[in-house]
């Protein structure tokens, strides 16, 4: 039996080293996980400090240590594609370096798949003590409204972090998509999942790479990437739009021909003016953004750029 476990890693020098040590600490004291072989592998996302020469010095000392390094910095959600694609385990797990992902779940999934047949088990926070709290709201509404307009059931504290098995992996790697949003990944491929619930952990070293403009955009993506609703709001806003334009012009013209010409109405006008400017950009904006991704898709590019990796030398 063999487990590779993926951790992104992206600016995470101070992490790194805690992660490592925590890492080996958990495998040794685990009975259960005496006769299992683990695979550590780090992808460096083209960390700019000494994340690399880190995951090398590792990788020297130990055997069970590989490293993907990318030219250049291409997001968790391509780290974690790396990864899965180059992980030979016969289970596979996707883990933080930052330790708010607690080592102590992994026992627990690989119960619930080794033992309770389970395809995937994967961790969800049920508090997010620690962070700010306009973000948690955010992101309580994000997941509440993903759900409502996508036909994924994405949990509410989701994490990345998650154990699964050949079978599961495979069917991630074949959605083979240039925008990954991993959670709605996840959700899509189906299987027997099981989640585990935990208490938030705050960051052990280093700092979030997440700021809020960034959680932002990640979300539309989310959304983008799996749910037409918006465009079908865009369209139902247009409908909306006409009929009401058509319920003014008939005002308009009745008045016209009971009360004459007198000019009046500029406020009015402009009202009508900027709604219905406002409503079509922002119509042109949803509809953009599903271009855009769809231009992206259409290049074809890969989803990432290897730089340096110990892989191939097995
Ligand atoms: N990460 C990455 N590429 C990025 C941003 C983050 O590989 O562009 C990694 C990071 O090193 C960490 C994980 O993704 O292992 C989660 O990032 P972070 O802890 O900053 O996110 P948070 O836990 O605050 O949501
Ligand atoms: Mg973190």
């Given at each position: 039996?063999?487990?590779?476990?993926?951790?992104?890693?992206?600016?995470?020098?101070?992490?790194?080293?805690?992660?490592?040590?925590?890492?080996?600490?958990?495998?040794?004291?685990?009975?259960?996980?005496?006769?299992?072989?683990?695979?550590?592998?780090?992808?460096?996302?083209?960390?700019?400090?000494?994340?690399?020469?880190?995951?090398?010095?590792?990788?020297?000392?130990?055997?069970?240590?590989?490293?993907?390094?990318?030219?250049?910095?291409?997001?968790?959600?391509?780290?974690?594609?790396?990864?899965?694609?180059?992980?030979?385990?016969?289970?596979?797990?996707?883990?933080?370096?930052?330790?708010?992902?607690?080592?102590?779940?992994?026992?627990?999934?690989?119960?619930?798949?080794?033992?309770?047949?389970?395809?995937?088990?994967?961790?969800?926070?049920?508090?997010?003590?620690?962070?700010?709290?306009?973000?948690?709201?955010?992101?309580?509404?994000?997941?509440?409204?993903?759900?409502?307009?996508?036909?994924?059931?994405?949990?509410?504290?989701?994490?990345?972090?998650?154990?699964?098995?050949?079978?599961?992996?495979?069917?991630?790697?074949?959605?083979?998509?240039?925008?990954?949003?991993?959670?709605?990944?996840?959700?899509?491929?189906?299987?027997?999942?099981?989640?585990?619930?935990?208490?938030?952990?705050?960051?052990?070293?280093?700092?979030?790479?997440?700021?809020?403009?960034?959680?932002?955009?990640?979300?539309?993506?989310?959304?983008?990437?799996?749910?037409?609703?918006?465009?079908?709001?865009?369209?139902?806003?247009?409908?909306?739009?006409c009929l009401l334009a058509f319920l003014a012009?008939?005002?308009?013209?009745?008045?016209?021909?009971?009360?004459?010409?007198?000019?009046?109405?500029?406020?009015?006008?402009?009202?009508?003016?900027?709604?219905?400017?406002?409503?079509?950009?922002?119509?042109?904006?949803i509809l953009g953004q599903y271009l855009a991704?769809?231009?992206?898709?259409?290049?074809?590019?890969?989803?990432?750029?290897?730089?340096?990796?110990?892989?191939?030398?097995?």
């Open positions: 039996m063999k487990i590779s476990v993926v951790v992104p890693c992206y600016n995470e020098q101070e992490s790194l080293p805690i992660f490592y040590r925590e890492f080996c600490k958990m495998r040794e004291t685990t009975e259960e996980f005496s006769g299992v072989e683990f695979e550590l592998m780090f992808v460096d996302d083209g960390s700019y400090d000494s994340t690399f020469a880190v995951m090398q010095e590792l990788a020297e000392k130990d055997n069970n240590v590989k490293y993907i390094s990318f030219s250049r910095n291409f997001g968790k959600e391509a780290a974690i594609y790396a990864g899965l694609q180059n992980a030979t385990g016969d289970l596979t797990a996707v883990m933080d370096v930052d330790l708010q992902d607690p080592l102590y779940l992994l026992l627990q999934m690989y119960k619930a798949v080794i033992k309770d047949g389970y395809d995937s088990a994967a961790a969800r926070r049920v508090t997010r003590k620690g962070e700010p709290p306009i973000r948690s709201f955010f992101a309580r509404c994000f997941y509440r409204l993903i759900a409502k307009i996508s036909k994924i059931e994405l949990v509410d504290g989701a994490r990345d972090y998650r154990l699964m098995n050949r079978k599961f992996v495979n069917a991630v790697l074949s959605l083979k998509e240039y925008n990954r949003f991993s959670k709605g990944i996840f959700c899509w491929v189906g299987f027997k999942n099981k989640w585990l619930e935990f208490e938030n952990v705050e960051r052990r070293a280093g700092e979030t790479k997440w700021s809020f403009w960034k959680l932002s955009v990640y979300a539309i993506d989310g959304i983008i990437a799996f749910s037409t609703v918006p465009l079908v709001l865009a369209t139902a806003f247009g409908v909306l739009l012009i008939m005002f308009v013209v009745l008045r016209k021909l009971i009360y004459g010409d007198p000019i009046q109405g500029w406020a009015s006008t402009m009202c009508v003016l900027l709604t219905i400017g406002g409503v079509q950009l922002l119509c042109t904006g991704k769809t231009y992206m898709e259409t290049k074809n590019r890969p989803v990432y750029i290897i730089n340096k990796t110990n892989c191939g030398d097995r």
